[in-house]
């Protein structure tokens, strides 16, 4: 008889999935609080008009909105400083993150540090958080990070060039929204990039040291799903079908992590976005092939049911045949979505080498990966990479 190792399970109290159902953002957070602050990313969202959208339709439930724009991609302490003392002085009660990753990552941390006094450096050091956390409703516009059903916020402090999560019970949305509709204005670049993350987010957890029966029918049903639809999102922009399964397929994704952890890949992304700003998503769709192949001997049982439910072989086909096609078909999804490229050109340089492998082994995705890694192992990762 195997023994079921402790796991936790987390997640959101509420998870409103469907297309439109952005439509009663106002009417979910009104149970919340009254004084939110609408935390947004970089520009498109206020383009495109949804930011006046949203905004109208908390107006109209009777909430007075604080809006906090301008977050940057891998968002930094600075920003959330920032964003902390918006928070205090409008006397909010509540955030409402709506973007990508990268605006919900500030969402999270502006509510879980908004009533903490040290800087938010501090806690990217490792001081814990200890006062209470107002609610936080996250909306996803991208099929990839999971960000909206996971507690953990990650943040660069680029003054130590140091990326790394902070988080807290408190941190996981009392609700998160899920409206693939979002997701059609997306360029074909940001999807393949978004759904690759999210890909990397199933296979990790799948075959994570700290995978669970709880996660693997998550993770295995998010990577069948993002495997069927993912080229379709990308060539076709507008397709609902495609559009819903990833948005899906990333939620899923996102609970998994949340319970198992993830491994290799995300150990070394998180150094690599921080030396060099390459954009999360981008680093996870570079290193995939390589972790994978790395990891394919200690993952091979659960590489081959990938393969076998995603319909890339036979389901009698053997073992280490079908999880040889996984390792393959990830690489020619990669490379036929133009996501792999030697990682020189991103300015990967080997006298940085000491302080990525340093970063990569502190890491708590590197000690869940399912394969054991030394040293030695992430600095032969990176040469393939260069």
């Known amino acids: 008889m195997s023994v079921i190792r402790q796991f936790t399970v987390r997640s959101p109290r509420e998870i409103i999935v469907g297309w439109g159902a952005m439509a ?7 149970g919340l609080g009254h004084r939110p602050l609408l935390v947004v990313g970089g520009g498109s969202l206020k383009a495109s008009g949804r930011l006046a959208a949203i905004s109208g339709d908390l107006e109209a439930a009777g ?36 973007g990508g990753g990268s605006a919900m990552d500030a969402g999270k941390a502006i509510a879980g540090l908004s009533a903490e006094n040290a800087p938010t450096a501090d806690f ?56 693939a509709e979002l997701t059609v204005s997306l360029s074909r670049r940001q999807t393949a ?27 295995l049903e998010a990577t069948v799903r993002i495997a069927r639809w993912l080229r379709t999102a990308c060539e076709q922009g507008a397709h609902r079908e495609a559009r819903e399964n990833m948005a899906v397929g990333s939620m899923l994704a996102g609970l998994a992590l949340a319970s ?24 996870c769709a570079l290193l995939l092939p390589y972790v994978m192949e790395f990891n394919a001997e200690a993952g091979r049982g659960k590489f081959a049911r990938l393969a076998r ?34 990682f020189a050109g991103f300015g ?32 032969a990762l990176l040469d393939r990479a260069m």
């Open 193 to 219: 990039f978004s759904g690759l993350d999210a890909l990397t987010q199933a296979i990790e957890s799948y075959v994570s040291a700290g995978a669970n029966p709880f996660s693997d029918p998550l993770a």
């Open 348 to 379: 990967l340089r080997r006298e940085d080498y000491g302080a990525i492998v340093e970063a990569v082994m502190a890491s708590g995705s590197t000690k869940a990966n399912p394969r054991r890694v030394t040293p030695e192992d992430v600095v």
């Open 63 to 98: 909430l007075f909105v604080t809006v906090f724009e301008g977050v940057e991609h891998d968002p930094s302490t600075a920003t959330i400083d920032r964003g902390r003392e918006v928070f205090r002085a409008a006397g909010c009660d509540c955030v409402i993150a709506v």
């Open 24 to 30: 009663g953002l106002g009417k979910t957070v009104a």
């Open 124 to 179: 990217v050091r490792g001081l814990a958080i200890t006062a209470p956390v107002p609610p936080i409703v996250a909306c996803t516009t991208t099929s990839g990070t999971g960000s909206e059903v996971t507690h953990v916020s990650v943040l660069t402090d680029t003054g130590r060039a140091v990326k790394a999560g902070i988080r807290t019970a408190g941190m996981m949305p009392s609700v998160a929204v899920v409206d």
């Open 260 to 283: 198992a952890r993830l491994g290799l890949v995300h150990g070394i992304a998180h150094p690599l976005g921080a030396l060099y700003g390459l954009a999360h998503g981008e680093a």
């Open 309 to 342: 439910e995603a319909s890339l072989v036979a389901a009698d086909c053997p073992e280490a045949e079908a999880g040889a096609a996984l390792v393959a078909w990830t690489r020619e999804l990669c490379d036929a979505l133009g996501c792999l490229r030697p």
